[in-house]
């Protein structure tokens, strides 16, 4: 292959991945809009300059989400992925170790998710509640 034909296979490389994310950009922008309604122009702005994943993120948010502010919101998200953890932890202590005291259920409510993780996996070992929290 002459460096011309690898330049030209190259420059074409290049542009069928621009093509790509400029396509990813319109579906996203797409999505926004037939679920949101006309799009605030810093809204457009943002999908147009964000990087291919972080538009992946906002693509599979837009299922879910109840306001455009959803998608471009961490802090919801995480608020809910936090209760959804924190209820699967407290459901799985009660399964296990019957009604929980008020000590460990305030535990579990201001935990971090690494210590949930930690706990979650301690209920499947440890023999007293007790032993989970310790």
Same mark, same amino acid.
């Given at each position: 292959?002459?460096?011309?034909?690898?330049?030209?296979?190259?420059?074409?490389?290049?542009?069928?991945?621009?093509?790509?994310?400029?396509?990813?950009?319109?579906?996203?922008?797409?999505?926004?809009? %037939?679920?949101? /309604? &006309? =799009?605030?122009?810093?809204?457009?702005?943002?999908?147009?300059?964000?990087?291919?994943?972080? $538009?992946?993120?906002?693509?599979?948010?837009?299922?879910?989400?109840?306001?455009?502010?959803?998608?471009?919101?961490?802090?919801?998200?995480?608020?809910?992925?936090?209760?959804?953890?924190?209820? %699967?932890?407290? /459901? &799985? =202590?009660?399964?296990?170790?019957?009604?929980?005291?008020?000590?460990?259920?305030?535990?579990? $409510?201001?935990?971090?998710?690494?210590?949930?993780?930690?706990?979650?996996?301690?209920?499947?070992?440890?023999?007293?509640?007790?032993?989970?929290?310790?």
């Amino acid at each position: 292959m002459t460096t011309a034909e690898r330049l030209m296979a190259q420059g074409r490389a290049e542009g069928m991945a621009e093509g790509e994310m400029r396509g990813q950009r319109e579906v996203l922008l797409l999505l926004l809009e %037939a679920k949101f /309604g &006309l =799009l605030p122009p810093g809204v457009v702005a943002a999908v147009r300059t964000a990087d291919p994943a972080e $538009q992946w993120v906002w693509a599979r948010r837009v299922v879910m989400a109840w306001t455009l502010g959803d998608v471009f919101s961490w802090s919801s998200w995480d608020e809910g992925e936090m209760r959804g953890a924190r209820s %699967a932890v407290t /459901g &799985l =202590l009660k399964t296990r170790f019957g009604e929980l005291p008020i000590e460990f259920e305030s535990m579990v $409510q201001a935990a971090d998710s690494d210590q949930l993780r930690m706990w979650g996996r301690r209920i499947l070992t440890e023999s007293t509640i007790e032993d989970v929290f310790a």
